[in-house]
């Protein structure tokens, strides 16, 4: 069937948009989303008919509607004041703009249009504090906007189908949703290599960006294992698992699989950024920045990787990095990784209040995302507002678990036992945890007075990569630690090595230009 809006074309068996003759590319639930406003015309649609129609389920939050809406609105250049083609029905939903006219669409051969069913990339992560998954390359293949898929689908790949549509909205619920139907779909065929490698993947976005534990990363690890196994030359399976081994701290293991997986399949430039991120985690910046480059250079990237690269360009104070976050944001409006990595800039400079105002542009349940939580709890914390960080941290759990004990060890409030202490110090060791947890042992043994172990802590997360002076100089329990002389001393090395590793940067020519002139990213799309 053909409709036509206005100037808009679209041929749902071909699954094409055309504007004004040219064409508009546009990922599954975009392109679902607009069908479902087609079909439905001139009649409205609620949440609930487009969670029924266009993700197959009972329920999708309001906001994630929205989110979706607002960027098919984008994509078809519609402005939401003066809407062309989606107009907003308060208290209905939203509807086609006007009369929709409908006619037969001519079928092409198959060899124009049949294409392979999309999947899902998973992509750069964070040991603790945050993680970057992408649509991409999960499997070796590419997914393609619009794609449609050939044949009669089982019950099996539609729920892993849907899926990886929730996946992609990277929101709190929706990971556990797409969760649920994962399992449910391995309950089904637990051979299904497909949902085994979105499980794998969902398992440890769950465990790195929205709360969840070693449980989920070890469970991850193995269902990877399992695959290369059965498909030692899956570059998909191999990026789930360097995924999962840098989400325990890994990093090492983490890198090599990464750097194998782009091996096997060139086009799966999300692999490479994965392999920057765990090389920003790791200090060394250049290389990180060499291969969001070359990434970039493959054909795309992470979602997250503008904010990775604005990451490591305020690490060594370069210009720049201004015009990398705000082009993050454009691209990832809402996220919870590119959001809280903006609170986290503002915690730097000592901008609490900025900080908040950034977190507050969260949306729905991710307003509850622990990470989310836990950044609010650090701005109160550095705005003297003690009750109010409690409240955060507690909320946010397990996630910020050090926070609160760190809060507790400062005020004398319930301080830390030894025995916890020893626990959880054996516990960086034994589990190889990243520099963060490392950073906030030193807050805790700073708050109990004891400097001497709070320096070693610090000294350890340098040793591992950690470059963020800015971060110590603004932690309400390290800033008269850093302020001391071996704390300054500390300092001096961290900006020593920065130094080395910004000469490096400019003095590569390809990585300046990169650097001063972002090309548009190919990834971070939805």
Avoid: C
Avoid at 3 to 14: E, G, I, P, Y
Avoid at 352 to 380: K, Y
Avoid at 497 to 519: C, H, K, V, Y
């Amino acid at each position: 069937m053909r409709f036509m809006l206005d100037d808009l074309s679209v041929d749902s068996q071909a699954r094409s948009v055309r504007r004004g003759g040219e064409p508009v590319e546009l990922p599954d639930l975009s392109f679902d989303a607009l069908l479902a406003l087609l079909e439905a015309a001139p009649h409205p649609l609620s949440v609930d008919d487009f969670a029924r129609r266009v993700w197959r389920l009972e329920h999708v939050s309001a906001e994630t509607v929205a989110q979706r809406i607002a960027l098919l609105r984008k994509a078809l250049g519609d402005d939401p004041k003066r809407p062309r083609y989606i107009r907003t029905v308060r208290g209905a939903g939203y509807a086609a703009t006007a009369s929709v006219a409908r006619a037969e669409a001519d079928t092409p051969p198959p060899s124009l249009w049949k294409v392979q069913p999309s999947r899902l990339a998973a992509a750069a992560s964070l040991a603790i504090a945050a993680v970057a998954v992408t649509l991409g390359a999960l499997g070796g293949e590419r997914e393609t906007p619009g794609a449609a898929h050939t044949g009669p689908q089982s019950e099996t790949a539609i729920l892993v189908h849907r899926a990886k549509q929730q996946l992609a909205l990277h929101q709190f619920r929706e990971t556990d949703r797409a969760l649920a139907l994962l399992r449910e779909a391995v309950a089904r065929e637990p051979e299904n290599f497909d949902a085994r490698l979105a499980l794998s993947f969902a398992l440890t976005t769950k465990a790195t960006k929205f709360g969840g534990g070693l449980e989920e990363k070890k469970e991850a690890e193995a269902l990877a294992r399992a695959l290369i196994a059965a498909e030692p030359k899956s570059s998909g399976a191999w990026s789930s698992l360097g995924y999962s081994l840098d989400a325990q701290g890994r990093s090492n293991e983490g890198l090599t699989a990464y750097r194998y997986a782009y091996r096997l399949d060139p086009t799966n430039a999300s692999a490479l950024s994965s392999a920057a991120y765990v090389h920003l985690i790791q200090g060394d910046l250049h290389q990180a920045l060499m291969l969001e480059r070359q990434a970039q250079e493959a054909g795309g990237a992470s979602r997250y990787a503008e904010i990775q690269i604005a990451q490591a360009l305020e690490l060594i104070g370069h210009p720049a990095a201004e015009a990398w976050r705000a082009r993050a944001l454009s691209m990832n409006p809402g996220q919870v990784v590119v959001l809280s990595e903006l609170a986290r800039s503002h915690l730097r400079r000592g901008e609490a209040e900025a900080a908040l105002e950034v977190l507050d542009q969260t949306r729905g349940e991710d307003r509850s995302a622990p990470i989310i939580l836990q950044l609010r709890g650090r701005a109160a914390l550095m705005l003297g507002r003690h009750d109010e960080a409690r409240r955060s941290f507690e909320a946010a759990g397990a996630w910020a678990a050090w926070d609160l004990a760190a809060l507790e060890a400062g005020t004398g409030e319930n301080p830390p036992t030894e025995a916890w202490l020893a626990a959880s110090t054996l516990s960086l060791e034994e589990k190889r945890m990243s520099t963060w947890s490392r950073v906030a042992l030193a807050e805790i043994m700073a708050g109990l007075g004891r400097e001497v172990e709070a320096l070693d802590a610090l000294s350890q997360a340098v040793d591992l990569g950690w470059r963020d002076i800015a971060w110590l100089k603004q932690s309400p329990y390290l800033r008269e630690l850093m302020a001391s002389e071996e704390g300054r001393r500390v300092v001096d090395r961290v900006r020593l090595e920065l130094e080395a590793q910004e000469e490096l940067i400019m003095a590569t020519r390809s990585l300046a230009e990169f650097i001063d002139l972002p090309a548009p990213s190919l990834g971070g799309t939805l």
